[in-house]
């Protein structure tokens, strides 16, 4: 099975900072990256796909990168809303994997 | 609008079975692999199962492989998860999600993801 590794586990940050969150992959995964966003007591919501395509209703502050094994979610300026979980998931082959997740915290 | 609604979660002891489904609406449910992912408490997202759009392809996470069925009624537009021979470690919120594909089981060729999810249902496995 593929292995995703997520970094940091945990991230503090302040309204308005820019945080990265990285992504990597056991073996190569090409573009077949999905990024989620999990809210206390709510399900996954899909926030990005293939790398970087953004879910409709998804702010411009979100962006990813990378290919093969190394990944990075990006967000700008952040807002209130923006204090989640986040989830990266492979889809290149079954069984699809995520990684442990990163929770952002104020 | 899109929609996924899972039931049949509950409190059960360890040996016994559940049978959870998601009810689907908003789209044509036919055309869609469908998904299964639990998340124990506390703890991070786990890939369960998938079904292919017409039923015929299945594939499972070794945890539950020979333990769970997921199965899919197209006249009723539910997917269902039968969970046989339940474990503590099974103890989890269970949530359906869509697949913009209509295959099980793959390696490479197009991509996908899982969107929506529905709100879950919570299994707890206990004596």
């Known amino acids: 099975d593929i292995q995703m590794t997520q970094s940091p586990s945990s991230l503090s940050a302040s309204v308005g900072d820019r945080v990265t969150i990285t992504c990597r992959a056991s073996?190569?995964?090409?573009?077949?990256l999905n990024w989620y966003q999990q809210k206390p007591g709510k399900a996954p919501k899909l926030l990005m796909y293939?790398?970087?395509s953004l879910q409709s209703g998804v702010p411009s502050r979100f962006s990813g990168s990378g290919s093969g094994t190394e990944f990075t979610l990006t967000i700008t300026s952040l807002q209130p809303e923006d204090f989640a979980t986040y989830y990266c998931q492979q889809s290149y082959t079954t069984p699809y994997t995520f990684g442990q997740g990163t929770k952002l915290e104020i | 609008q899109v929609q996924l609604v899972e039931s049949g979660g509950g409190v059960v002891q360890p040996g016994r079975s559940l049978r959870l489904s998601c009810a689907a609406s908003?789209?044509?449910?036919?055309?869609?692999?469908m998904q299964w992912v639990r998340q124990a408490p506390g703890r991070g997202l786990e890939w369960v199962a998938v079904?292919?759009?017409?039923?015929?392809?299945?594939y499972y996470a070794d945890s539950v492989k020979g333990r769970f069925t997921i199965s899919r009624d197209s006249a009723k537009n539910t997917v269902f998860l039968q969970m046989n021979s339940l474990r503590p470690e099974d103890t989890a919120m269970y949530y359906c999600a869509r697949d913009p594909l209509r295959w099980g089981e793959k390696t490479g060729g197009l991509y996908n993801w899982f969107d929506p999810w529905g709100q879950g249902t919570l299994v707890t496995v206990s004596s």
């Open positions: 079904i292919s759009d017409d039923g015929s392809s299945n």
């Open positions: 073996q190569s995964i090409s573009l077949y």
């Open positions: 293939v790398v970087s």
């Open positions: 908003g789209f044509t449910f036919s055309n869609h692999a």
